[in-house]
């Protein structure tokens, strides 16, 4: 499973912005995706994850602000964020499993992206 980020940007606060991650290669082992971000300094962590059941789950300092979703036909998954803080300044990462669960822990993901920079000032 190969996955290419792409969207991230830099913004003012209260912007908005959608990040995208094209899925390649062995897409049927992608049952579960996730957005994880790690600011300088700090551990990776998880933001929001989606599994093929719908299933969605989204870190709490995050609930309300950003939307997880996916265009299977497209083979992309989509974080729209929106009210942006510069406590969301961070590399933003795209990862997926075969498991079909729908965690936030990085320890779940055996696939991931290079990453997309955003950047809230």
């Known amino acids: 499973v190969q996955l290419v980020e792409s969207g991230g940007d830099s913004v003012q606060a209260g912007g908005s912005l959608r990040l995208s991650c094209l899925v390649s290669?062995?897409?049927?082992?992608?049952?579960?995706m996730a957005w994880f971000r790690q600011a300088s300094g700090k551990e990776r962590e998880g933001v929001a994850a989606?599994?093929?059941?719908?299933?969605?789950s989204y870190a709490d300092s995050v609930k309300g602000r950003f939307t997880i979703s996916k265009d299977n036909a497209e083979n992309t998954l989509y974080l729209h964020m929106n009210s942006l803080k510069p406590e969301d300044t961070a590399m933003y990462y795209c990862a997926a499993d075969w498991s079909g669960r729908c965690g936030l822990w990085v320890g779940e993901y055996n696939y991931w992206g290079q990453g997309t920079q955003v950047t809230v000032s």
């Open positions: 989606l599994n093929s059941a719908g299933s969605t």
């Open positions: 290669g062995r897409t049927y082992l992608a049952n579960s």
